[in-house]
DNA sequence: CGGATAGTTGACTACCCTCAAGGTATGTGG
DNA sequence: CCACATACCTTGAGGGTAGTCAACTATCCG
């Protein structure tokens, strides 16, 4: 397994994803510009690593460049259940600005490039800007608005809504930072990693996908997802995407 | 259905549960007595009122003083998952400062007194004070981590299991505020509500209800709900209480 | 006392799990 | 280039948890 490998600034792809969210998140300018520049430490992380342990009480806090990462809870047993997925543009560990210690693991589905950044540093800076602290607290609404749909999902939906409402978010939200457009995306997912997202297991995942195929609504081949019907599968999934605020924070006044 | 009504700061009981957690959440002094100076506008409201639409963009956030509320997401087919269960203390629809539009209803379960705050003064109170600004992440992180317990809970335990989870967590939640002991709590909550909750049916519900009961874990009548094994329930519940993050915000520095 | 709401029980069904085996793709070393 | 290992996907058979439908009971309240 290779290490993570620390890189300058000037190896850095333009962090085009962050700056899509801050810029709904309402940050313009030097509020921005001053988040950006809390960036500069990138790391390379390979898939399966993991980068914030459960029960952790982490200094860093990690934004997603590239690539998939997954919030994890692990069981006695040994199960897991994945409560969120991080894309890109998103932050791994938000919760870490105010809690003593994270309830859940993350690890990275894809060798991710992340930003990492001192608590320290960001909590300053959401003291002195209340732009900032809002838009940080935009992205833990999200994160809980995402939270409680997926509750629904596994709660009241079939396995077949669920899955269909699952790719349906997925598409959508990297539509938004500019990965994939509304035909399909590179779903570097398995199957047993849909299952823990999902809550069922690698085989239902199979037979639920399958079932999809055969209904002419998806094709899922070479880790690439196209979508065939997307008015179909939206309605299938009984999708809105109005739980994603895509539209932005909302202003004060 | 009687009115929901306005009551003068004179006819209040303390605020005790919203002053725990705002404790709780780092704010002492000024900018607790800020915060509390907020809340001088009373509302009760009969059960079964709802409090926000689905869609709303409330100009007001309701803080719950005494009695139970729900967050609740509806289907298409009219059935409906509930995806929080709000105790006093809690806010109702705290993303409303940040966000457009709900994507969930809130639901009063038993007759509630709520504090009816501005959007506006909340939000010019947190632009400018960043301790107040922290305490409401601090709130969002913790419906965020409850959230994301729920999400384990229906995806990966059995109803038994989660039943007893819920019974364990709300055990614990109204303990943290002073409603009840380690001995039990008022459950005000029907079956059927508890089956919204865990997205199983009312009659799934009564019958783990009594397998809980038949091996003498609870006791469960006249809406009191009675620990008879506090160990053994977490044991089957597999309940860890550090997702409530009961040891308060963590400081910056 | 009567009506409504909530809780209980039974019979049957269906979705998803478990266990197991086989298939396919990719990478590695001889 | 082939043998082999590994990881992932696919398929089948059988079982268990939870859903559905329906009836009945208990409790609460006017």
């Not at 390979?46 to 994890?72: F, H, N």
């Not at 997925?85 to 003593?100: I, S, T």
Request: charged share 20%; hydrophobic share 45%.
């Amino acid at each position: 397994m290779r290490m993570a490998a620390a890189l300058r600034i000037a190896d850095a792809q333009p962090l085009t994803p962050l700056t899509t969210r801050l810029t709904m998140a309402g940050l313009h300018g030097a509020d921005a510009a001053a988040v950006e520049r809390l960036c500069d430490h990138l790391r390379l992380v390979p898939a399966r690593q993991s980068l914030v342990r459960e029960g952790d009480a982490g200094e860093t806090i990690y934004v997603l460049l590239e690539g998939w990462a997954a919030r994890v809870k692990h069981f006695a047993d040994g199960r897991r259940q994945c409560t969120a997925l991080v894309l890109p543009g998103d932050v791994c560990n938000l919760d870490a600005l105010h809690v003593r210690a994270h309830d859940y693991g993350v690890v990275a589905l894809t060798p991710c490039k992340v930003a990492a950044i001192s608590r320290q540093q960001l909590g300053d800076l959401a003291a002195g800007s209340s732009s900032v602290a809002a838009a940080l607290a935009w992205m833990l609404c999200i994160d809980n608005a995402i939270a409680c749909e997926w509750i629904a999902c596994v709660g009241r939906r079939s396995s077949r809504q669920h899955l269909a409402h699952l790719f349906c978010e997925l598409l959508t939200r990297l539509a938004a930072v500019g990965e994939g457009d509304m035909t399909g995306f590179t779903m570097p997912l398995t199957q047993e990693e849909i299952a823990d997202a999902m809550g069922i297991t690698s085989v239902h995942v199979n037979r639920t996908v399958q079932g999809l195929r055969a209904d002419g609504l998806i094709s899922l081949d070479a880790h690439r997802l196209r979508v065939l019907d997307w008015p179909a599968l939206q309605r299938v999934a009984d999708f809105n995407p109005g739980y994603l605020h895509l539209d932005g924070i909302r202003p004060l006044n």
